[in-house]
């Protein structure tokens, strides 16, 4: 069995069955994490050590995956959660369904940092995020709820969503 699917066997027992904000089947929810983690070993972060990994979920059923990439210039690098949308994006898609969010953190959850909440804010409110441990576990948010009373399209518009 390669090295991938054992991983993916591995995350199938181990996520756990809360219900997401949007409806997403639990497969393709373990899917989603499992990619997340795969994406995260492609992480390039000489500095930091810090390695992140993301797979995002777009309604026709794509897949697209990423991860950090850090530059000596500190502020020029970027968090997986941007490479992700922005790789759907270039293929284009603007609207998505899911997004899971793997770290090497195992006492807690690995958690999007200000500037990509708003960078998946761009995309709508009612979408989910999978916050995940490497063992699988995750926290179901939406990213309403990681960022509330936001500013997004429809405030440069003069209107709220």
């Not at 069955?17 to 929810?29: M, Q």
């Not at 941007?82 to 899911?98: D, M, P, Q, Y």
Request: charged letters at 25%; a neutral charge; glycine letters at 8%.
């Amino acid at each position: 069995m390669s090295q991938a699917r054992a991983h993916m066997e591995n995350c199938k027992e181990k996520t756990n069955g809360t219900k997401s904000v949007v409806d997403v089947d639990d497969n393709i929810i373990r899917e989603l994490i499992c990619k997340s983690q795969e994406a995260k070993e492609f992480a390039y972060c000489p500095y930091s050590k810090f390695r992140v990994g993301a797979a995002i979920l777009t309604p026709n059923g794509t897949i697209f995956t990423g991860c950090n990439v850090e530059n000596a210039c500190y502020n020029l690098g970027i968090c997986a959660e941007r490479v992700v949308i922005s790789k759907a994006v270039s293929e284009g898609h603007r609207s998505f369904r899911a997004i899971a969010i793997a770290s090497d953190l195992n006492e807690q959850i690995i958690s999007p940092c200000g500037g990509c909440r708003q960078f998946m804010r761009e995309f709508g409110t009612n979408w989910s995020v999978y916050l995940t441990k490497p063992d699988g576990s995750y926290l179901p948010m939406s990213v309403e709820e990681l960022l509330p009373v936001s500013f997004g399209p429809d405030d440069l518009k003069g209107r709220k969503e």
